[in-house]
């Protein structure tokens, strides 16, 4: 550079040698590294400053990130700028080919950095010391030179630093090798500092290039000037030559160049990797969280709604174990039923063959189906009934299975897992493989039981039928108090309802009219605090996923319920922003994640339940062997327990999508 510009220097300007700039063949070069620059700024600024604003704070346990329910921001940001990232990167690959070329074709790399820098196209003048650069010395001008290639370079390294440090950050991070506070650092600060002195040098060679601007537009000359460096721009200018030695090292500086360009092409491939399968997958967890907001939106309700009937439950019997409810729950859900065992529950103690109900409805005299019993039966049996339909009814109430249904109805507490499920769980089961709970033949149970009530009804029995209705409710009620599983609740809150019904129905048939008003009044008071009360859970995404711990602990939540919260919030929370992605769970989260074990298990044999509902929907406690598409996809994601990266590295539905 030095040797250039000073071959250019001249005393006056009418001596002021004229050159082809830029030298033949690197037209395409002027300017390319501030190009460079620009496409890796915008890059860098779109793509890299949002996700470092989203992975480098301190978030709540519970949160969509600090966009909140506009975490699609990041998304969009995060494409964007990943567009401009790609063109920067491209750009870099082209340019490091082109000066690798013009290398080989024998102009030496100090004229090539001034080529590439020239993005104000003046810098033929600079070199020669023509138009107003003609007042300045050539060692002003060299200075000048090599601050604007000075400033350029760090503003083209600082951009292409961003997305690479931002990608490299990440890897590093899900590998627990980086902080939040380091990816800060290690992506922005060493740009930043770039940048700054790139602005520095860029300042310095501009108000230079502005005072040399002043002094020369005030010569008295400057109106002739324009033909005096016509005349020497056509008289050519001879360079000196570049030694031979320094003409071989640029060659060979070429050779290098070529293979960084190809460098510079896997850098954009992987920069895209951990971007690509970061920030979409960001996005799972938010959207899944707004689809599930409404599906758990009346259990409370139909909860609440089923205390006004707590007074009806039968006495109890303390005699009948929690262990001992949770084996006749199980035997009674299989009576009458072939159904093979699924994996994960036990072989009921006896398999009883006879059906509750018949299979035809050609069989049932009664003219009513089962599934209305519970608000017609009574009714329909104060009109009379014939010996045909007598005969039906005790044939349902003869069941053999259903002195086991009334002690059952009197446990005082039940253990639904001691009896449902084998212990240990088998250790490849996950939650999402685990048998749902059947209960189709319990509920026919229950019509055999309203079939038995009749019958006492008819015999004069009008308490043992109510009796036998009020054991309904109580079942109801152990099955919605004890439950471990959302089913379990819900079949127990049918249950209540529906021995409200038969309840009532049987008030009027036996024209009860104080029990009839207790339990209308009972009811009615009930609806019209569930009126005010209003159980509506907050708007919005974040609001909803921040108000989900809490639930956990709520014991006016139904049991089922919060077993069902603790399991989408081990689930969603690790991918549902992406300081969670990469960093994984902090202390805030295992601490959350101990205490839930307080607050749910209630019984020893709901352990493997427990280590289940920890490790998520989709989690065990040993885990299973990674699917190879989920592992390149969980690159740039935290592995281990309570890791977003362990579900996606797992998720076999991953395989199906490639």
């Known amino acids: 550079m030095t040797e250039s510009i000073k071959s250019g220097s001249v005393e006056r300007v009418s001596d002021a040698p004229s050159i082809r700039w830029p030298p033949p063949g690197l037209e395409r070069l002027q300017g390319d590294l501030g190009r460079v620059a620009t ?85 033929g003048f600079l070199l020669t010391g023509g138009r107003h650069f003609s007042e300045v010395d050539a060692k002003e001008r060299e200075a000048m030179a090599a601050l604007r290639v000075f400033a350029v370079t760090m503003y083209a390294i600082a951009g292409v630093w961003l997305p690479n440090a931002l990608a490299i950050g990440i890897v590093l991070g899900a590998r627990g090798l980086v902080s939040p506070a380091g990816l800060w650092m290690g992506t922005a600060l060493p740009s930043l500092a770039m940048y700054v002195f790139g602005s520095v040098a860029g300042t310095v060679a501009e108000s230079r290039i502005r005072r040399a601007r002043k002094r020369w537009y005030r010569q008295p000359w400057v109106e002739d000037l324009a033909s005096d460096e016509a005349r020497s721009w056509r008289a050519g200018f001879a360079p000196g030559g570049v030694a031979k030695e320094r003409a071989a090292a640029d060659q060979s500086l070429g050779r290098v160049l070529r293979h960084s360009a190809v460098l510079t092409g ?68 299989f009576a009458g039923s072939e159904r ?102 319990f509920r026919a149970a229950t019509y055999s039981h309203l079939a038995a009530a009749a019958i006492e009804l008819l015999d004069g029995g009008t308490t043992q039928a109510e009796e036998l209705v009020r054991e309904i409710v109580s ?14 609740n819900l079949i127990g809150y049918a249950l209540i309802e529906q021995g409200a019904l038969a309840l009532a129905d049987l008030y009027q048939v036996t024209a009860d009219a104080n029990k009839a008003r207790e339990l209308n009044g009972l009811q009615a008071v009930a609806d019209a605090a569930l009126s005010r009360a209003h159980f509506r859970y907050p708007d919005g995404a974040e609001a909803w996923v921040r108000s989900l711990p809490s639930m956990v602990s709520d014991t006016s ?99 199906a999508l490639f």
Not at 344 to 353: F, L
Not at 475 to 488: E, K, R, V, W
Not at 639 to 653: D, F, H, I, M, S
């Open 39 to 123: 496409s890796a700024a915008l890059g860098g600024g779109i793509l890299v400053l949002p996700l470092l604003f989203v992975l480098g704070r301190d978030l709540d346990l519970a949160t969509l990130g600090p966009f909140a329910d506009a975490w699609w921001v990041t998304l969009v940001l995060a494409i964007i700028g990943l567009t401009f990232a790609a063109d920067g990167l491209v750009r870099s690959m082209t340019l490091l080919r082109r000066i690798s070329r013009a290398l080989e074709q024998g102009y030496d790399f100090e004229t090539i950095k001034l080529v590439i820098a020239d993005g104000n196209r003046d810098m």
């Open 266 to 333: 896997a850098l954009a491939a992987f920069i895209a990797v951990p971007i690509l399968t970061l920030v979409p997958t960001a996005a799972v967890g938010p959207i899944l969280t707004q689809l599930a907001v409404p599906g758990f939106d009346n259990v409370r309700t139909r909860g609440a709604r089923a205390e006004a009937m707590r007074s009806y439950r039968v006495t109890t019997d303390a005699g009948v174990t929690p262990n001992e409810a949770g084996q006749l729950l199980h035997d009674l859900s």
């Open 340 to 441: 093979e065992v699924p994996p994960g529950e036990r072989e009921p103690s006896e398999r009883i063959a006879v059906a509750w109900l018949p299979t035809t409805d050609d069989a049932n005299p009664i003219g009513v189906h089962p599934f209305e019993w519970p608000d017609s039966l009574f009714t329909v049996v104060g009109r009379g009934v014939t010996a045909q339909q007598r005969g039906y009814l005790e044939g349902l109430a003869r069941h053999p299975a259903r002195a086991s249904l009334s002690r059952l109805a009197r446990a005082p507490a039940i253990d639904v897992a001691s009896g449902r499920y084998e212990d240990p769980l088998p250790d490849d089961l996950t939650l999402v493989t685990m048998p749902i709970p059947r209960y189709t033949e």
């Open 475 to 488: 079942l109801g009620f152990l099955l919605g108090d004890g439950g471990p599983t959302l089913m379990d």
């Open 557 to 655: 939540v139904a049991r089922g319920l919060r077993w069902e919260i603790f399991v989408g919030i081990t689930t969603l929370t690790p991918c549902i922003n992406l300081q969670r992605l990469v960093f994984g769970p902090d202390q805030e989260y295992w601490d959350f994640v101990n205490e839930a074990y307080d607050h749910l298990v209630a019984w020893p044999s709901e352990d493997g339940l427990y280590e289940r509902a920890r490790a998520g929907w989709f989690g065990s406690p040993v885990g299973t062997s990674g699917t190879f598409v989920g592992s390149i996809l969980s690159v740039a994601m935290r592995t281990g327990e309570g890791t977003c990266g362990e579900v996606v590295r797992r998720l076999e539905a991953t395989e």
